[in-house]
């Protein structure tokens, strides 16, 4: 069974960083697309970042780029979303999600990361 298991979020401050860390089970990740989502309340939920499992290929969102940073340990299975200099427009739920290649999709349970100014 695939199983994502989102932790890391947390209350910090403006211009700290988090760690978010997906643990996944079920699957490796050699095949998989891993992407990490956040949702804010009162808005719809929107892609931050994902990497491939296949060769390694990232992709950021606009608004983090240069601030978070992913990276996957395959020893461990587990992705990790490293967030620098957060925002408090960075407060949100973050999920993440495996797809694999056949376009199947499987989620987390969210995290919650909540940045004050």
């Known amino acids: 069974e695939v199983q994502l298991q989102a932790s890391g979020g947390g209350l910090v401050q403006a211009g700290g960083s988090l760690r978010l860390s997906c643990a996944a089970s079920?699957?490796?990740?050699?095949?998989?697309?891993i992407g990490w989502f956040r949702q804010a309340p009162g808005k719809e939920r929107e892609g931050v970042s994902c990497?491939?499992?296949?060769?390694?290929?990232?992709y950021y969102t606009d608004s983090v780029k240069g601030r978070f940073t992913i990276s996957s340990d395959h020893d461990k299975n587990t992705v990790y979303l490293q967030m620098n200099s957060l925002k408090p427009e960075d407060s949100a739920v973050y999920y993440c999600?495996?797809?694999?290649?056949?376009?199947?999709?499987?989620w987390g349970q969210g995290t919650q990361v909540t940045v004050s100014s």
């Open positions: 990497i491939s499992g296949i060769d390694g290929t990232r």
């Open positions: 999600k495996a797809r694999n290649t056949f376009g199947s999709d499987f």
């Open positions: 079920g699957f490796t990740l050699d095949s998989y697309a």
